[in-house]
């Protein structure tokens, strides 16, 4: 048992080495030193008070976005529809504020609604691509993919559309919502501690869900063998739905929060692909969810930190989405030669 | 609109369906042996980037072309690998290639950026090209365009009508099945994938040295044609007949979006580009509903004459993924991959002997 | 082709499935290999077709000719094909293309020469197949004639059919029969695998009996049935003291009821179960008891009749509820459908208990689950992930799993695979529950464990239910007989 642990946790630090020994290479490659780049990411994420504002801000979303997919992903489903998801709760949001525009209600409110409007938004998008896999055995992949493109087409018609700005309609968004429509932020600074707050309320809730609740339970169940705990007695098909519900939802969250307190007002990719990123993230920490926090943290870091490189080091900041994609990718090969290994032996 | 700009335009249609084409084709042979190439929308765009760095640096399209099937065969090797090998999650592994040959594409491209570079020309076939209607349409195209039409045609054949192809179904169908006719599962698998991928390499230099040439990064309008592309191989039934259909389809929407813009002036252009998407899931769902429990279920309580109807009605819309999609084989016989191979070759080099000692 | 094994021993794993088996089959005859399930049967022929290597030491000799098989194709190659009991060939394919494929030759087949070749195939046996319909529009029956014809075309001298005459028509079957005389006829060596006793006394010119991985004796025309079926179960065994049920209320009855799937129709199938009875589903694999135990269970919808539950009309309703009026289904295949690889002990007894409030509480699952462990004798510790349990262990857990009280228990071959000392435990807990009027419905191929445990029995044969056979009064000879498909007539009362 110890030996496995130790076992696993060598493999992973190998992965996690080869992975920067690769973006070397890369580098490397492209004249650039690596240490020069890799310091540079980590003073343009934690070398000041504002860039680690800057890094929470992202990491907001991603929380959001990975504490919903570890739902799914313990009722066995690969919601990759998680992207359209966010949108899609930033489209409701948006519609709520439009809502309330002129009315009279406090600001407070009208926020609360917002963000819960997202919920549902998100939620109801979510439980197409469940309708369509439960009731219409459509893989949950090609049907949140297709419901991914409408999603952004449908933002786009928005802007464009029906809730263009006065005037002429650009790429730049909708017109911008009052400040009083924004959630409080820290002086000063672009994080607001509600949102914060409400992303790690997210996880824990999710934490907790999935570890100590008799849903968390019988959804691992379902997940793990649908037609075991269809025989167990668990109403399969329903925690299939819920869990797209509950995945939905805090994706929904995500997509408000890009809306109430980073954005204030909707554009046209207002998820930022943290969906995907998300995707990336639950497979990283392997489901469980007391990683998510760390590695969403080191995961935004990353994001943030890689914007200084196109201005100190004429390198195009898409290193980070490089790094991150091959720390998985390694992280993968590496458990499965672990257990082919393991299967050898 | 005169005859004539229609003609072009739907010409232009053709070409622009091209590097589609060739995706379709490559996924269609990838997952028609059983895997499933998810890394298609990364792959894509980092065959544009690499293809057009290699043909600006060496002023010589054709190795651009090489250095994309290249890429895109490497890709796919991981995509092997990873899943016929080490077992692990086609969809996982997919999925964050995607995702990394995307950035990757984005972070090595940023030096060409907009660069001025070599572009593939048209080449209207002397005589062909003059054939009213026709001629137009399919002889005053660019190589690449030509190389499209050509493939549609060798894949339909090679999968439906040679005996190669007619394994390659069957490996996709039931390993198992294949494998007591003779067929190296695994083996085959990593060829059809490799292969595949080399034809989805092939789509990334078709955008960025002749359709849309040019290196972007990301406003190339690339990203996202991968999973099209994926959609439109489902749509096709993994036939690469009614693949090319789709693509020429997909086309045909994007180029109307653009024509009707002027007429349609509240629909963005982007909104008609994503049809197909809606399209793709109401596909899938006339295609899998039959197998459905629910369906079932309702079925065994109704009279048996409409039983037997729907029933009929339901297997008739049915089109099936290759059956072993995503599933692993294991065979049940010690032979590795390249022991089976170097067999293999041993054999025909006895029967070869055995011709020449005959002689 | 003179087909001759030598010394065959196969190994997996622990098991010992092929113990030194010699046996030799002269060219033109049709050679049976019968034995019960897990007998040994298929691996050896799977060895003989490629698709297993045997153990070092053991050698397969065609014509005077040692040879080695490698592969499936190496066996195809030097004239040896085999008809598998699920067909292997490619559903979604035409006849044609299935029947080319596999065929070496140049890139581009001349599908009219095929095609020719096909029909001329098809007419000698008398096969009316179309090169040109699709695999999965035909009959298991026609996919047989199919292979067969092209295992022929390939240049097959020695045919192997493994079980071939399960899930196909009495009238496809005697085709079947005329069509493998023939070839016998020809000069081909047919190996016939079966463990109908009806179809290999009619057809065999020799039997081989294979039991427990041995080849126990060989026997030829005129066959005496009883020595045969002593021979597949060894010695003929004087039954324990049995315990006659109690009688009590009736806790099932299925009134007419009809069900279907895509191999089988089962028609008017009637049956009342009294609690604390026990009812034996004797019959081959996919006979129809399987589909009639799902059908008891709720998991499959009869097309026709009604299903009674202690007095409830529950015709369609789903698993859960009848789940929730006291019936339990455990599955055969343990970890694919009854338990959950990755799950621990304490996790599953926890699952089949009712939620108590949102949270779990782990002390109490843990003291649950050491108090199960410990009233079922399972080897395990609570933390232990399920698949990590031996069969017998996990068999108690699914045991432990069960709601009580319950009204009816419906098992699929609840002791396949386990070592005697589990067996008995498990019967010994499963007839505990009766005496708390339990009733039970179970699914074996063992035919003793049938008689033994069964107060009364069940047969089935290709779709045909049988009246219920008192397991006092019937022998394990008589049953094999009648799951074999013989003496349906004499049972006076059977219909169809």
């Not at chain 1, 990719?269 to 969906?275: D, E, K, L, Q, R």
């Not at chain 3, 459908?337 to 926890?350: N, V």
Request: charged share 15%; with cysteine.
């Amino acid at each position: 048992m110890i030996r496995d642990r130790l076992g696993n946790l060598l493999y992973q630090l190998a992965a996690l080495l080869l992975s920067f020994g690769v973006v070397s290479l890369i580098l490397i490659s492209v004249d650039a030193s690596p240490w020069e780049a890799f310091r540079n990411m980590f003073a343009g994420s934690f070398g000041s008070l504002r860039k680690f504002a800057e890094v929470l801000v992202a990491f907001v979303p991603l929380l959001l976005v990975t504490a919903g997919l570890l739902v799914t992903f313990s009722a066995g489903l690969w919601n990759i529809g998680v992207e359209g998801q966010v949108v899609l709760g930033a489209i409701a949001t948006t519609w709520v504020y439009r809502f309330f525009l002129d009315s009279n209600l406090p600001p407070a409110l009208i926020i609360a609604l917002a963000i819960l409007g997202g919920m549902i938004g998100g939620a109801l998008w979510g439980s197409l691509a469940g309708l369509l896999k439960v009731f219409g055995g459509v893989n949950e992949i090609f049907g949140g993919l297709g419901l991914n493109f409408v999603a952004t087409a449908l933002t786009i018609y928005l802007i464009f559309g029906p809730w263009k700005r006065p005037g002429v309609a650009s790429m730049s968004g909708t017109v911008p919502f009052p400040d009083e429509f924004s959630l409080p932020l820290v002086e000063n600074l672009r994080i607001s501690p509600w949102a914060l707050g409400i992303a790690l309320v997210g996880i824990v809730i999710v934490y907790f869900l999935l570890q100590g609740t008799y849903f968390g339970l019988r959804l691992k169940a379902v997940g793990k063998n649908f037609r075991a705990a269809y025989l167990l007695g668990i109403p399969t098909w329903q925690y299939s739905m819920y869990s797209f519900l509950i995945c939905g939802a805090l994706a929904g969250a995500a997509g408000a929060m890009q809306v109430a307190a980073v954005y204030h007002r909707l554009i046209p990719s207002i998820s930022s692909g943290y969906g995907y990123l998300g995707l990336l993230v639950a497979m990283l920490i392997n489901y469980q969810a007391l990683w998510a926090v760390p590695v969403a943290l080191f995961f935004a870091a990353l994001n943030i930190g890689s914007i200084q490189l196109p201005i100190l080091m004429k390198l195009d900041s898409s290193l980070s989405g490089v790094l991150q994609g091959v720390l998985v990718l390694f992280v993968l090969l590496a458990s499965g030669m672990q257990q082919k290994f393991a299967r050898r032996s | 609109m005169t005859q004539e700009t229609l003609l072009i335009g739907l010409a232009g249609v053709l070409a622009s369906a091209a590097p589609v084409v060739f995706a379709v084709i490559g996924e269609t042979l990838s997952e028609r042996a059983g895997v499933l190439n998810l890394s298609m929308n990364g792959t894509i765009l980092l065959a544009a980037m690499g293809g057009f760095a290699v043909a600006y640096t060496t002023d010589n399209i054709l190795l651009g072309f090489l250095a994309g099937m290249l890429i895109g065969a490497l890709v796919a090797l991981v995509v092997a690998f990873a899943s016929i090998t080490l077992k692990q999650s086609q969809v996982a592994v997919g999925f964050v290639l995607a995702l990394t040959c995307r950035d990757l594409s984005y972070f090595l491209g940023s030096p060409y950026m907009g660069v001025p570079g070599p572009r593939l020309q048209v080449v209207p076939i002397p005589l062909l090209s003059d054939i009213p209607v026709l001629g137009t349409l399919f002889f005053r195209q660019d190589f690449i365009t030509y190389l499209s039409f050509l493939f549609i045609f060798l894949a339909w054949a090679w999968i439906f009508r040679t005996r190669s192809g007619l394994m390659l179904q069957g490996i996709g169908e039931k390993p198992a099945a294949a494998y007591i006719r003779g067929a190296n599962v695994t083996l085959m698998r990593y060829v059809y994938t490799v292969i595949g991928g080399a034809l989805i390499g092939l789509t990334g230099p078709a955008y960025s040295l002749a359709i849309r040439a040019g290196w972007m990064g990301t406003i190339s309008g690339l990203d996202g044609i991968g999973w099209i592309a994926l959609a439109i191989t489902i749509f096709g039934g993994w036939n690469p007949l009614r693949g090319a259909f789709g693509a020429y389809l997909f086309a045909f929407l994007q180029w109307l979006g653009l024509v009707l813009q002027p007429v349609l002036t509240q629909v963005p252009s982007q909104v008609l580009q994503v049809a197909p998407f809606p399209l793709m899931i109401l596909t899938l769902l006339l295609v899998n509903i039959g197998n459905a429990e629910w369906v079932e279920r309702t079925l065994a309580a109704m009279p048996e004459s409409t039983r037997k109807f729907f029933a009929k009605l339901l297997r008739a819309m049915r089109a099936s993924p290759p059956a072993a999609l995503g599933v692993p084989f294991i065979s049940r016989s010690r032979k590795r991959v390249l022991g089976g191979l170097y067999r293999r070759i041993c054999a025909r080099g006895r029967k070869l002997r055995a011709v020449f000692v005959k002689y | 082709m003179n087909v001759e094994l030598k010394n065959i021993h196969k190994h997996f794993g622990n098991v010992h499935a092929n113990k030194g088996i010699n046996l030799s089959i002269p060219s033109g005859s049709i050679q049976g290999i019968l034995g019960e399930n897990g007998a040994g049967k298929s691996t050896l022929m799977k060895i003989l077709s490629g698709f297993i290597q045997a153990d070092p030491g053991g050698e397969i000799i065609l014509d005077g000719k040692p040879v080695v098989i490698h592969s499936p194709a190496d066996a195809i190659h030097v004239g040896i094909g085999m008809l598998h009991q699920d067909p292997l060939d490619f559903p979604p394919m035409r006849a044609l293309d299935n029947f080319l494929l596999g065929q070496s030759g140049g890139l581009f087949p001349n599908r009219n020469a095929v095609a020719r070749d096909f029909r001329r195939l098809a007419e000698q046996f008398d096969f009316s197949l179309d090169p040109d319909s699709y695999v999965d529009s035909l009959t298991v029956g026609e996919r047989q004639q199919l292979e067969i014809i092209r295992l022929l075309w390939l240049g097959a001298r020695v045919l192997i059919l493994d079980e071939p005459t399960t899930g196909i028509s009495a009238s496809q079957k005697s085709k079947l029969f005329v069509t493998l005389k023939k070839l016998a006829g020809q000069g081909m060596t047919v190996i016939f695998v079966s463990h109908k006793l009806e179809d290999v006394e009619h057809l065999c010119d020799k039997v081989a009996v294979l039991r427990a991985g041995e080849l126990v004796g060989e026997a030829k025309p005129p066959y005496t049935t009883s020595k045969l079926v002593e021979m597949m179960f060894g010695k003929v065994i004087t039954l324990g003291a049995r315990q006659p049920a109690q009688g009590g209320n009736a806790v099932l009855s299925l009134e007419n009821v009809s069900l279907e799937d895509v191999r089988l129709k089962i028609r008017n199938a009637d049956l009342e179960v009294r609690a604390g009875e026990v009812i034996g589903l004797a019959g081959m694999e996919g006979s129809g008891q399987g589909l009639f135990i799902r059908a008891c269970a709720g998991l499959v919808r009869p097309v026709g009749g009604r299903i009674i539950l202690n007095g409830r009309d529950m015709t369609g309703k789903s698993y859960h509820a009848f789940k929730r009026a006291g019936v339990n289904f455990l599955p055969a295949a343990r970890l694919e459908e009854g338990l959950i690889p990755g799950l621990s002990l304490t996790d599953h007894f926890i699952l089949a208990e009712e939620p108590d409030g949102l949270f779990i509480d782990r002390a109490i699952g843990q003291r649950l689950a050491e108090e199960r462990i410990k009233s079922f004798n399972i080897r395990g510790a609570p933390h232990t992930p399920v698949e990590s349990l031996s069969g017998g262990n996990q068999q108690r857990a699914e045991l432990a799993l069960l709601q009580d009280p319950l009204s009816l228990v419906l098992l699929e071959h609840p002791t396949r695979g386990l070592d005697i000392e589990s067996v008995i435990y498990i019967w010994g807990k499963l007839k505990e529950r009766c005496r708390s009027s339990t009733a039970i419905i179970f699914i074996s191929s063992d035919l003793e464990e049938i008689l033994q445990y069964s107060d009364r029995v069940l047969v089935f044969f290709s779709g045909k239910v049988s009246r219920p056979l008192d397991a006092g009064k019937t022998s394990v000879d008589q049953l094999g007989q009648l799951i074999g498909g013989k003496n349906w007539a004499d049972m006076g009362e059977a219909y169809d």
